[in-house]
């Protein structure tokens, strides 16, 4: 789809744009309001689990010469209502004169020098219950991407929030969705659990998740 071809199915159809580019990539410029859930992470899993409506029309963004990739893996998981892909991405969508957004990142040792600035940070952890009650940010919210739509209630599109999983991919798909629903003041958390337990960071004292 050209620029206004794409446009104007989101508009008509109501799609949804997913960007299915690498987190890194994504978090530098993307389309406003689309939904990061990048090709190379769980992919089809959750865009099961976090798309609810099998029938939604979906567009997308792809790296090049991954697009049939994209529709035949969304197809797999029960989405037949793929529209169509933006011809030449973001550049493409740039090049038109269109806005993009970006997500703030921070790297660990930035994350380690605010908490030391400020008296108290909103730290969302975005792992799963199991991950975060193993060990965890002291002071930190266990918020999991598998549960986002029950726990919107519970956050503020007012408040700044730092958030991390265990690499970047899961709290990236997380940040794409608070900004489509209106939260701005959101900072990734460069590499997310895989640094910050290397870090200095205060953390909780280690439980075996078997236990």
Known sequence: LTVAQFQA???????LILDTRHQQ????GFIPGSIFIGIDGGFAPWAGALIPDLQQAIVFIAD??????????????????????????????????????????????E?????????????????KPTEFLSQHIEKAQNTPLDYINQNMEVLDPQKSYYIHCKGGYRSMI?????????????????????????????????VCPSE
Do not use: C
């Open 25 to 28: 990539t994504f978090k530098d």
């Open 111 to 127: 994350l380690e020098q605010n908490m030391k600035d400020q008296e108290a940070l909103n730290i969302l952890d975005v792992r």
């Open 64 to 109: 090049e010469g991954r697009e049939e990739e994209v529709v035949t893996r969304l197809s797999r998981v029960g989405f037949d209502q793929t529209l169509g892909y933006l011809k030449g991405g973001v550049q493409a969508w740039e090049a038109a004169g269109q806005d993009l957004d970006k997500i703030k990142s921070i790297s660990v040792s």
């Open 174 to 206: 997380f940040s794409s969705i608070l900004k489509a629903r209106g939260f701005h003041k959101l900072i990734d958390i460069d590499k997310g659990w895989n640094a910050i337990e290397k870090s200095a960071i205060p953390l909780t004292g280690y």
């Open 9 to 15: 199915v989101v508009e008509q159809e109501g799609a």
